[in-house]
């Protein structure tokens, strides 16, 4: 926790440096269509679920696309306009501070990119905080699908048997009407034979269903 991490700050944002927004910039200059909405996000999960102190910059959580001035003040309005995506930010903070209690790995700072799929471009990475190693309920595994695809019932390797619960979708629909909703849920990892291959090493695995530009965030009840 000595790095601050951020996707958005007044220096890549700022009008003086001939820069845009985050939203402006992936929206093709719609800040507020789905491909917008749905990586900005992306980015905005991944930077609460890796070590680091996560920083927001003004705005951000409600898709604040106008490049920053300093004489510019914010525009309150879409705060109500993106309330599902002001909602998201706040479960991504909890969750991130283990306001829940179900999400300890969140507040530590040991994490394993496990799984790499180039050709799907999807990710997975466990967390933990020290002594959480392999204790259940302690760990958090995070899938990051960074393709426009969803992936349907992809096999992917966890650290543990047992109900992996879902905690967070952030594809779901109550954080955008224009979001998939695609039915992800809890997975069932089963444990793998002895050199049973193709899992990154994992003891377990199970299948994910997952939205385009999408993380999901799971753990096991303790």
Request: charged residues 25%; hydrophobic residues 35%; contains cysteine.
């Amino acid at each position: 926790f000595e790095r601050v991490i951020y996707s958005e700050s007044h220096d890549e944002d700022g009008e003086a440096n001939g820069k845009v927004r985050v939203p402006e910039l992936v929206g093709h200059s719609r800040a507020a269509d789905w491909q917008a909405q749905k990586r900005s996000t992306l980015a905005a999960a991944m930077l609460f679920t890796i070590p680091g102190v996560p920083m927001l910059f003004q705005g951000q959580e409600m898709l604040e696309g106008d490049s920053f001035r300093g004489d510019l003040p914010l525009n309150w309005h879409k705060q109500a306009k993106f309330s599902g995506i002001v909602c998201l930010y706040t479960d991504l903070m909890h969750l991130r501070l283990n306001r829940s209690g179900v999400t300890p790995g969140l507040c530590g700072d040991r994490i394993d990119l496990y799984h790499r799929d180039d050709a799907n471009h999807l990710l997975a990475y466990r967390r933990w905080a020290e002594g959480g190693e392999d204790v259940p309920g302690q760990e958090v595994v995070v899938v990051v699908n960074l393709s426009k695809r969803y992936q349907d019932a992809y096999r992917l390797g966890f650290p543990r048997a047992g109900r992996w619960r879902l905690r967070l979708n952030s594809d779901a629909q109550t954080y955008s009407d224009d979001f998939g909703n695609h039915l992800s849920g809890d997975v069932e990892a089963h444990p793998l034979a002895e050199g049973q291959g193709g899992q990154a090493g994992m003891p377990a695995a199970g299948d994910v269903t997952v939205g385009p530009y999408t993380v999901l965030i799971y753990s096991q009840d303790a």
